[in-house]
């Protein structure tokens, strides 16, 4: 017997549900590129990553709604005229802003469908998982403090 587990491929051509789109001021999110920067594979739906990336998207605009205010009251049309800061020829508050949204995607599926059972191994496996999420919250939240301009505390870079 074999201890093979075949997952399945999320190869293939994105289809036009590929989009997000967002409110029409901050950035929509393509689910390929979530689905491989959060290095998902197959076992998460499209379905269910599509709900956990609205769910993570609503969160970081409200957490970003004031920000959001202020530039339009500046006349910014959209989230990227925020700034002119490039890196790699991307707005620099695009790529915070995406890294936000898919560290509350990812924080958001490792809670939902934790994978493990309750041996001492799984129990390990928890704490583990437990950890995971607290990095990408953690990690969300710098990249909107990064947005804002807030620095972050020493508490939170130890």
């Known amino acids: 017997m074999s201890g093979f587990v075949a997952t399945p491929s999320t190869a293939g051509v994105p289809g036009s549900g590929d989009t997000i789109r967002n409110d029409g001021w901050f ?14 594979d197959g076992t998460v739906t ?7 990336a609205r769910n993570a998207m609503s969160s970081i605009n409200i957490q970003l709604a004031a920000y959001k205010a202020k530039f339009i009251a500046l006349d910014a049309n959209e989230f990227s005229d925020t700034s002119s800061d490039t890196i790699d020829d991307e707005k620099r508050v695009v790529m915070l802003y995406r890294r ?7 924080a958001d599926l490792i809670e939902k469908y934790p994978d493990y059972d309750s041996t001492d191994s799984g129990l390990r496996r928890a704490e583990d998982l437990r950890l995971s999420v607290d990095e990408q919250r953690r990690n969300a939240n710098w990249a909107v403090r990064d947005i804002l301009g807030k620095p972050r505390t020493v508490v939170e870079l130890i």
């Not at 949204?101 to 990812?106: H, R």
């Open 27 to 40: 950035p929509d999110l393509s689910m390929s590129l979530a689905r491989e920067t959060i290095r998902l």
């Open 46 to 52: 499209d379905q269910r990553l599509r709900d956990a």
């Open 100 to 106: 936000a949204v898919f560290s509350t995607i990812k």
